[in-house]
């Protein structure tokens, strides 16, 4: 019955090599989350629409799929479908000299991502093996691996029909979340063919156990139990999965329902795969920490060449980069006086008054910020007023807001479009403020939640009604600032303080752009530890990540390989966070005494270190301006010779000064492209530096000699220098 129906919604001779050949690549993206994570927003704009670093969001999925020879897109619109095909029509993607055909399919029925594909398997336009992404995606990893991967399997056994990808990301031990805000997922996979046999994504960490099915332990000799993948929501999939859409009604939420779903359907036989990508860069943005987390990436340049400061497939730009990080358009206006930290962007004509301090934000196009006014870790949109004096920590300000003289917003607000705030008033910690009134239903399945406006509404109090009370009220970890001049407007308009639903309070920090508060790490760490019920040795008792063998006795101990599986892109970001303090003036030594600190805590070694080190100083080349390879490479040589000694301090021995090298492949591979064609420039300037050793330098050619061929890109271009150094070398045991 399956195949029947995959017949009809994907061409009934997708199997036939000839025609494979001549089936473009396609996609299907999703434009709707199908949830209200991002909400009271998303009541007035799409979550793709929604801009990122300045950019809305469906450009960089877009871009990606261009990148990656996808050559038609099928984009899913459900909710204001029609601001997205307004935007796709008026975009590049649909100009005649676009690279990638970009269709619209609309629907007012489907309100899970299993209706939306089933209207696109009615619709019969994929016609072979395609790719399944929601537009809040961003990415820059090569796809030909795991498409090449996906396409041999399905030669072999028709019933591997999708492979995820996934990389490694290790949750937080306190919340049990990712980075992204999203919580742990718990995978087990073959250690050899990598097919996925256990998903889990609600699971309860107070339980500390994971139950499994006896048939998996039974058929299973041995696979590998994780919590430290993430799930990056890209999905290669064939025309089948459409069809099994089709067969059951009850998928609705793609991992939930489908995944988990055949996972254990012992009758059907279909099976699913995984592809882990290790040095590039994949992210959903699922909730508002990952929004302010993805944010952070793209301008530390992690996700490049989807960065401010690059001219990318369907995007422009007018952005510069200084040397401090911050980007800044070519007519902005600021003040002498004014000040402009690290990691933050100003967008085009927007101006900045005297003695304002601005860091870890993104300003908008045509912003106004006036004197004194203090903006840390915000994201301010398009066409923002912000009056004299005001202190914004953390929050998200969209289009069309006016925050009057005074105003501070506490860590977590959201204002949603043209809120405006009155003189002197203090919004507070994680509150939600919009034009709108807050809808009544909230579905008690987060992924049916469809966005509705018109289906009745709460009453909700206007801003200048709950200020005092909330404030008299709200125990929070943040301080709350007495308000004065309550009697003044606070919102233009029809303006509501959305308020949560029960038990919504206590969590809104999970899914906040603020930090999240000492007192609530503490708290839940209290949890942790003195739960009388459990002991310690309970707690450990199962490895962070690990193999797993039917007959096997775990114990504390049983870790895969004795090391911590830190998240190293997490710990590289630390690193170069704090040696970008050293760009401002810090001693260091001073530097030094921090990146200790950091190596103890997240158990790194001075290897680690060392390679975190090197991309932090081969990045200040990159970012410098250059127009050549050989302007690059001097750049490069330049900042290598002015940090040589705080890298020389994480080289002890010969195999930290290997895991330079290996980092610098990785570097050329993946994160830096520009440098491949330097790399055995820049590896003879690090020996003529000192940095690396004759000795590192051979040890790291001997160890390629029975690699693939793959592996062997920078050893065979660095082939007359390695020949060099080992004629020197025997000339020197000939002296001896």
């Given at each position: 019955?399956?195949?029947?129906?995959?017949?009809r919604g994907?061409?009934?001779s997708a199997d036939d090599p000839e025609v494979v050949?001549?089936?473009p690549l396609?996609?299907v993206?999703?434009?709707d989350?199908?949830?209200?994570?991002?909400r009271?927003?998303?009541l007035?704009?799409p979550k793709?629409l929604?801009?990122?670093?300045?950019v809305p969001m469906?450009?960089?999925t877009l871009a990606?799929?261009?990148?990656?020879?996808?050559?038609?897109?099928?984009v899913?619109?459900?909710a204001h479908?029609?601001q997205?095909?307004?935007y796709?029509n008026?975009?590049e993607?649909t100009?005649?000299a676009a690279?990638?055909s970009?269709?619209t399919i609309e629907?007012?029925?489907?309100?899970?991502?299993?209706d939306?594909?089933?209207?696109i398997y009615?619709?019969?336009?994929i016609?072979g093996?395609f790719?399944?992404?929601?537009g809040?995606?961003?990415?820059n990893?090569?796809?030909a691996?795991?498409?090449?991967?996906h396409?041999?399997?399905?030669?072999?056994?028709?019933l591997a029909?999708m492979?995820?990808v996934?990389?490694h990301?290790?949750?937080s031990?306190?919340?049990?979340?990712?980075?992204?805000?999203t919580?742990?997922v718990?995978?087990?996979?073959d250690?050899?063919?990598?097919e996925?046999l256990?998903?889990?994504d609600?699971?309860?960490?107070?339980?500390r156990?994971i139950?499994?099915?006896?048939?998996?332990?039974a058929d299973s000799p041995?696979?590998y139990?994780?919590n430290?993948?993430?799930?990056c929501?890209?999905?290669i999939c064939?025309?089948e999965?459409?069809s099994?859409?089709m067969?059951?009604?009850d998928y609705?939420?793609?991992r939930?329902?489908?995944v988990?779903?055949?996972l254990?359907d012992d009758?059907?036989g279909?099976?699913i795969?995984?592809h882990?990508i290790?040095?590039?860069?994949a992210?959903r943005?699922?909730n508002?920490?990952?929004y302010?987390?993805v944010?952070?990436?793209?301008?530390?340049?992690?996700t490049?060449p989807?960065v401010p400061?690059?001219r990318?497939?369907?995007?422009c730009?007018?952005?510069k980069?200084?040397?401090?990080g911050v980007?800044?358009?070519l007519?902005?206006v600021?003040s002498r006086s004014?000040?402009?930290?690290?990691v933050?962007?100003?967008?085009?004509?927007?101006?900045?008054?005297?003695h304002s301090?601005?860091s870890?934000?993104?300003?908008?196009?045509e912003?106004?910020?006036?004197?004194?006014v203090?903006?840390?870790?915000?994201?301010?949109?398009?066409?923002v007023?912000?009056?004299?004096?005001?202190?914004?920590?953390?929050?998200?300000?969209c289009d069309?807001v006016?925050?009057?003289?005074?105003?501070v917003?506490e860590?977590?607000?959201?204002l949603?479009f043209?809120?405006e705030?009155g003189?002197q008033?203090t919004?507070?910690?994680?509150?939600?403020?919009?034009l709108?009134?807050q809808?009544?239903i909230?579905?008690s399945?987060?992924?049916?939640?469809?966005?509705?406006?018109?289906?009745g509404?709460?009453?909700?109090p206007?801003?200048?009604s709950?200020?005092?009370t909330?404030?008299a009220?709200?125990s929070?970890?943040?301080?709350v600032?007495?308000n004065?001049?309550?009697?003044?407007v606070g919102?233009?308009g029809?303006?509501?303080?959305?308020?949560?639903?029960e038990?919504g309070n206590?969590?809104?920090?999970?899914?906040?752009?603020?930090?999240i508060?000492a007192?609530?790490?503490?708290?839940l760490s209290?949890?942790?530890?003195?739960?009388?019920?459990?002991?310690?040795?309970?707690?450990?008792?199962i490895?962070?990540s690990g193999?797993?063998r039917?007959?096997?006795?775990i114990?504390?101990?049983?870790?895969?390989?004795g090391?911590?599986?830190g998240?190293?892109?997490?710990?590289d970001?630390e690193v170069?966070?704090?040696?970008?303090?050293?760009?401002?003036?810090v001693?260091q030594?001073?530097v030094i005494?921090?990146?200790?600190?950091l190596?103890?805590?997240?158990?790194?070694?001075?290897?680690?270190?060392a390679?975190a080190?090197?991309?932090?100083?081969?990045?200040?080349?990159l970012?410098?301006?250059?127009?050549s390879n050989?302007e690059?490479y001097?750049?490069?040589?330049k900042e290598i010779?002015?940090?040589?000694?705080i890298?020389k301090?994480y080289l002890?021995s010969?195999?930290e000064?290997?895991?330079i090298?290996l980092?610098?492949e990785e570097i050329?591979?993946?994160?830096a492209?520009e440098f491949?064609?330097?790399?055995?420039?820049i590896?003879s300037s690090l020996y003529?530096?000192?940095i690396?050793s004759e000795?590192?330098?051979?040890s790291?050619?001997?160890e390629k000699?029975?690699a693939?061929?793959?592996?062997?890109i920078?050893?065979?271009?660095s082939?007359?220098?390695?020949?060099?150094?080992?004629e020197?070398?025997e000339?020197?045991?000939?002296d001896d």
């Amino acid at each position: 019955m399956a195949q029947k129906r995959g017949q009809r919604g994907a061409s009934s001779s997708a199997d036939d090599p000839e025609v494979v050949a001549r089936v473009p690549l396609q996609a299907v993206l999703l434009a709707d989350s199908f949830n209200l994570k991002f909400r009271p927003i998303t009541l007035e704009r799409p979550k793709v629409l929604l801009p990122l670093v300045n950019v809305p969001m469906i450009e960089y999925t877009l871009a990606w799929l261009e990148s990656v020879g996808v050559e038609e897109v099928f984009v899913f619109c459900c909710a204001h479908s029609q601001q997205v095909k307004q935007y796709l029509n008026q975009s590049e993607w649909t100009k005649p000299a676009a690279r990638l055909s970009v269709t619209t399919i609309e629907s007012h029925d489907a309100i899970s991502a299993g209706d939306a594909l089933r209207v696109i398997y009615e619709k019969s336009v994929i016609r072979g093996d395609f790719v399944l992404i929601s537009g809040d995606t961003v990415s820059n990893m090569s796809l030909a691996q795991a498409l090449h991967e996906h396409k041999e399997r399905r030669k072999k056994d028709p019933l591997a029909i999708m492979t995820m990808v996934i990389k490694h990301s290790k949750p937080s031990n306190v919340t049990h979340q990712t980075r992204l805000g999203t919580d742990e997922v718990i995978m087990a996979f073959d250690p050899e063919t990598k097919e996925l046999l256990f998903y889990e994504d609600k699971a309860d960490p107070s339980q500390r156990i994971i139950s499994l099915d006896k048939i998996l332990l039974a058929d299973s000799p041995a696979f590998y139990m994780h919590n430290d993948k993430q799930d990056c929501y890209i999905d290669i999939c064939s025309p089948e999965v459409l069809s099994l859409f089709m067969d059951n009604f009850d998928y609705q939420h793609l991992r939930r329902h489908f995944v988990k779903g055949l996972l254990v359907d012992d009758i059907m036989g279909y099976k699913i795969f995984t592809h882990e990508i290790h040095s590039s860069y994949a992210a959903r943005i699922d909730n508002f920490r990952s929004y302010g987390t993805v944010t952070k990436d793209i301008m530390q340049s992690w996700t490049y060449p989807l960065v401010p400061n690059v001219r990318y497939f369907g995007c422009c730009s007018n952005m510069k980069l200084d040397r401090q990080g911050v980007f800044k358009a070519l007519d902005v206006v600021q003040s002498r006086s004014a000040q402009i930290g690290t990691v933050t962007l100003i967008g085009s004509g927007s101006t900045i008054g005297d003695h304002s301090v601005i860091s870890n934000s993104v300003i908008g196009q045509e912003c106004t910020i006036g004197r004194n006014v203090s903006v840390h870790g915000c994201y301010i949109w398009n066409n923002v007023i912000i009056e004299d004096d005001c202190k914004l920590n953390h929050a998200i300000v969209c289009d069309g807001v006016h925050l009057r003289t005074g105003v501070v917003l506490e860590p977590g607000v959201i204002l949603s479009f043209k809120v405006e705030v009155g003189q002197q008033i203090t919004i507070p910690a994680y509150s939600k403020v919009s034009l709108l009134p807050q809808p009544s239903i909230q579905d008690s399945d987060e992924e049916l939640e469809y966005a509705d406006a018109n289906s009745g509404v709460i009453e909700s109090p206007s801003i200048t009604s709950m200020i005092s009370t909330r404030n008299a009220e709200l125990s929070s970890d943040y301080s709350v600032t007495e308000n004065s001049g309550l009697s003044e407007v606070g919102i233009s308009g029809v303006g509501y303080i959305w308020c949560s639903y029960e038990g919504g309070n206590d969590e809104e920090w999970r899914h906040s752009v603020a930090p999240i508060p000492a007192s609530k790490l503490s708290e839940l760490s209290h949890d942790d530890y003195e739960d009388p019920d459990v002991s310690y040795q309970e707690v450990n008792s199962i490895p962070v990540s690990g193999e797993l063998r039917p007959d096997s006795e775990i114990t504390g101990d049983d870790d895969a390989d004795g090391t911590d599986y830190g998240d190293s892109a997490d710990f590289d970001k630390e690193v170069e966070a704090t040696f970008q303090r050293a760009l401002t003036g810090v001693n260091q030594e001073n530097v030094i005494l921090e990146i200790n600190s950091l190596r103890l805590s997240c158990n790194k070694s001075h290897a680690d270190c060392a390679g975190a080190l090197f991309l932090s100083v081969i990045k200040l080349g990159l970012e410098a301006p250059h127009s050549s390879n050989g302007e690059l490479y001097q750049n490069t040589a330049k900042e290598i010779n002015r940090w040589k000694d705080i890298l020389k301090h994480y080289l002890k021995s010969v195999d930290e000064e290997i895991e330079i090298i290996l980092k610098f492949e990785e570097i050329c591979l993946d994160i830096a492209t520009e440098f491949s064609p330097l790399f055995s420039t820049i590896l003879s300037s690090l020996y003529e530096k000192d940095i690396l050793s004759e000795d590192a330098i051979l040890s790291w050619a001997s160890e390629k000699e029975g690699a693939d061929e793959s592996d062997k890109i920078f050893v065979k271009q660095s082939e007359r220098f390695i020949t060099w150094l080992k004629e020197a070398s025997e000339e020197d045991d000939e002296d001896d």
